[in-house]
Nanobody
């Protein structure tokens, strides 16, 4: 059974940091590119960051460049999103996802594996 389980969300003040984690089971992890997406209340889900299957390539939304860092540990089958200097606009549910192209795409429709999400709330 394929599972992507996010953790690490919470309530923080603007300017603080959070680290999200995604534990992956049931799939050939090293064949998948992995991404993080988020959805704010009343808005569409949007791309945040992605990483290629071996971690050599990363891709970020302009809104998070320089503040967020995506990484992965293929031995542990984990994906991480380190978020710094958080802003109120970063509030939303954060989803971990996997895509079989393996290159770390920003296109949501290319992802076929999804977690249930973890809530991040940034108060200003």
């Amino acid at each position: 059974q394929v599972q992507l389980v996010e953790s690490g969300g919470g309530v923080v003040e603007a300017g603080q940091s959070l680290r999200l984690s995604c534990a992956v089971t049931g799939l050939a992890f090293t064949t998948y590119g992995m991404g993080w997406f988020r959805q704010a209340p009343g808005k569409e889900r949007e791309f945040v960051a992605a990483i290629s299957r071996q971690g050599g390539q990363t891709n970020y939304a302009d809104s998070v460049k320089g503040r967020f860092t995506i990484s992965r540990d293929n031995n542990k089958k984990m994906v991480y999103l380190q978020m710094t200097n958080l802003k109120s606009d970063d509030t939303g549910t954060y989803y971990c996802a996997g895509e079989l192209w393996g290159v770390g795409l920003s296109v949501m429709s290319e992802y076929d594996r999804w977690g249930q999400g973890t809530q991040v709330t940034v108060s200003s």
